[in-house]
């Protein structure tokens, strides 16, 4: 009754405080300062790296945004920003392993990009794309088929997220069966986006059509969310259950 009253029945629930998050390796993410819309300062960097160390992370896969007309990124400005955060880690004394690729929107740029080989990977040859969210590029397909042939593994950042992609279609299918693996963001399983995200994502978590899981986090308030509401969750249970790729990069 108490409990009512005071609406603690309405407490959001989370796993137990014994659960331990079984994935060590934190994959997409815009840690690197100043370059795309994720963290603005190094110190800010710093000390998102720092909490993951905390939180039993072994390793962060980062991933600053490329678009040929907005980003302009250059695998020579991502690593060079990655060599400057590394520094600033070590100086704090940070044994956590920093790593940088990108996130490719796929646009008239990247195909460039592509037929030079100038790409950023991670793991095995992964290489991380996403689209816009309203319509699909008109070189979807033939990137990702160029991709392949390249040698590259292409892996589609929060699939969950694209409008275009009918609810209930087998697109999800369709896009695995021609090798594309999916990486699904924390913050869809808590309903950050919207209801309709949330509702794919557990969709996809519950017909295992996910390969990776990502934060996308941008800055510290993204960091609290999927730390202390995403991997608290009790789907998070369920998500982890998958045979999820995260701990072998
Ligand atoms: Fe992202």
Same mark, same amino acid.
């Given at each position: 009754m108490f409990k009512k009253l005071f609406g603690l029945d309405n407490k959001p629930k989370t796993l137990p405080?014994?659960?331990?998050?079984? !994935?060590k390796v934190d994959l997409? #993410?815009? *840690?690197?300062? /100043? !370059?795309?819309? /994720?963290?603005?300062e190094i110190e800010e960097s710093v000390n998102i790296l720092k909490i993951l160390q905390e939180k039993g992370y072994r390793k962060a896969i980062t991933t600053p945004h490329v678009m040929g007309?907005? *980003?302009?990124? $250059?695998p020579e400005i991502i690593l060079g920003k990655l060599e400057e955060v590394r520094a600033a880690m070590k100086k704090e004394g940070l044994t956590i392993e920093l790593e940088a690729a990108a996130e490719y *929107? !796929?646009? +008239?740029?990247f195909d460039e990009k592509l037929l030079n080989k100038n790409l950023l990977t991670f793991g095995d040859n992964y290489v991380l794309i996403e689209t816009g969210f309203i319509q699909p590029p008109p070189n979807l397909i033939t990137s990702i088929f160029n991709l392949k042939m390249a040698g590259y593994k292409p892996v589609l950042a929060h699939?969950?997220? *694209?409008?275009?992609? +009918?609810? /209930? #279609?087998d697109i999800y299918e369709q896009l695995m069966n021609s090798g594309v693996l999916l990486q699904m963001n924390l913050l869809s399983i808590i309903g950050y986006y919207s209801p309709q995200v949330k509702k794919i994502a557990e969709h996809l978590v519950n017909h295992k059509k996910i390969n990776f899981i990502g934060g996308? $986090?941008?800055n510290m308030k993204h960091l609290f969310m999927v730390q202390e509401q995403a991997c608290r969750s009790p789907f998070y249970a369920e998500v982890v259950k998958l045979p999820l790729l995260n701990n072998e990069l």
């Open positions: 405080d014994d659960f331990v998050n079984p !994935i997409h #993410s815009h *840690y690197l300062p /100043g !370059i795309d819309d /994720g963290c603005k007309d907005f *980003y302009k990124n $250059t *929107y !796929i646009d +008239e740029w699939p969950e997220r *694209y409008q275009y992609f +009918e609810p /209930g #279609s996308d $986090t941008h």
